[in-house]
């Protein structure tokens, strides 16, 4: 790996602004890796800026793309720590897999995401909640209209010192009755672009309307909830989780899966069924279901506020953030920041 003077002269001269928002201040450093001819070539790490690319570059056209998000934590004096990171590389591959990308391996990906964390280590905000959110993505870079996979690629790292996803306490969300994120046989479980692309017009509808998000049923009969626009679903009736299974429509989430851990690790039953959206709907009315949330990366827990129809018709809790979202979001976020100690291998301390 080649660490260019640039990119250390633009560490020595960065400075963290006092507010950074989520995902907006970016590190002053990426890193940068390209395949062609069969493999990927080496590792640079550069200053942080514009890259040259033809405008036939196939991305652009056919969204030959795959992206992870993941985060490094400081608090209290300690770390950087990693949360799970090889989950993500799996999943990463998994997406290549998807969209016809060539894997990469750990070595080249953990040691992109090591490097930059080590490098940007004095610019992860402590804060609770805070941390460097750090992006790894491959795009299809062949520069010709053909519609084939391409033939050359590049797989870059940028990350961003940024504080919690959502400032406000509970989300509003809209039951999306019409468009679909995924569909089986499809590409929903890969993080790829065109997913989220696909998404955004069910997130400016809802805001028309006043809420901040959508939820995504299935796409065969529209009564199933998969996920809770870039999330995963949680349900909570008393002392009990319920979440849909992953499958070629739902995201294997890292949250997720760290969650009913923590959940049956901490005595909480958790089942994993799917969720019939007219039946939470009398469930919540009726004070069966007492919480809602959603989870990833990103946002950890964000709970819901109140469910919203078509029909103009909203479904509250009572109580949001409720004890079980509050509960799991402490543990977890203790988990990550170092506070408390989880299962083995979970937390990796960055030198
Ligand atoms: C569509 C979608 N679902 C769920 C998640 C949550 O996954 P994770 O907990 O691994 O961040 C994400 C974010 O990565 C996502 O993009």
Redesign the pocket.
Known sequence: MNITQEARDAISKFKLPQEVGFGQVLAPVMASCDYENGKWGDLEIIPYGPIKLYPTAKVFHYAQEIF??MKAYKADGNGPFLFRPL??FH?FNFSAKRMAIPEISEEVFMGAVNTIVSLCSDFIPEEAGSSLYIRPFIFATEENLGIKPSQKFKFMVVASPSGTYYSAGAMSVLIQREMV?AFPGGT?AA?TGG??AGSLLSNVEAAKKGYMNSLWLDAKEHTYIE?L????FFAVYGNELVTPPVSDT???????K?LIDLAELSGIKVSVRKININELLEDIEQKRCTEAFA????AIITPIEYFGDDSGQKYSFEKAPGEMSTQLREMLLDIQEGRRSGPENWVIKID
């Open positions: 992870e998000g989950e993500n999943r994120r929903g993080k997913n989220y996920e626009s870039g999330m995963n739902i995201l294997d989430g890292i949250t997720r760290s989870c990833g990366t990103a």
